[in-house]
């Protein structure tokens, strides 16, 4: 059975709730950056602050895309706290205020995310879906550039 952008519902609905585990993981990761932002400290101040703002804008278009994309596919988007917090793989960052390890933060959170945008590019190449290849291929290289830009600014 096709859905409404004639793709099989049954492998998009495997695909949407791997959309939806990133989702999740997008909104801890958003979150974490809030608070690096409002609480970093130290001689790195001006230039973290400015760049974990520039994260964070950038997520929060994400979480957009990747909720209107699982609507897309006819599933709903995770939207509650408690919901994302049961299904994220990315964890809360409490209390971090040094530059280095919320920048090592930032980097793990990116590796997470890169590593389940490969995962649904792969689900998503499997049930012909190419809205969602073209996202998770944009978002791959974007990630990609940006933890080599981080790997080089903590060594």
């Known amino acids: 059975m096709k859905n409404l952008v004639g793709l099989d519902k049954e492998k998009t609905k495997v695909l ?38 520039e994260f ?19 599933v709903e988007p995770l939207h509650t706290f408690s919901d994302y917090l049961k299904t994220a793989t ?11 390890k919320a920048v090592e933060v930032v980097v793990d959170n990116f590796a997470t995310l890169v590593c389940l945008e490969r995962e649904i590019l792969a689900l998503a190449g499997d049930a012909n879906d190419e809205g969602t290849v073209a996202l998770m291929s944009d978002y791959i290289a974007q990630t990609e550039k940006t933890l080599w830009m981080l790997n080089s600014y903590l060594k």
């Open 16 to 53: 949407a709730e791997k959309l939806n585990e990133l989702l999740a993981d997008y909104q801890l990761f958003y979150q974490n950056l809030r608070g690096f932002h409002w609480n970093i400290k130290g001689r790195d101040f001006f230039e973290l602050h400015t760049k974990f703002e």
């Open 90 to 100: 990315i964890k809360e960052a409490k209390g971090i205020s040094g530059g280095d």
């Open 56 to 74: 964070y804008d950038d997520a929060v278009v994400k979480v957009d895309e990747i909720a209107e994309r699982i609507l897309t596919l006819e």
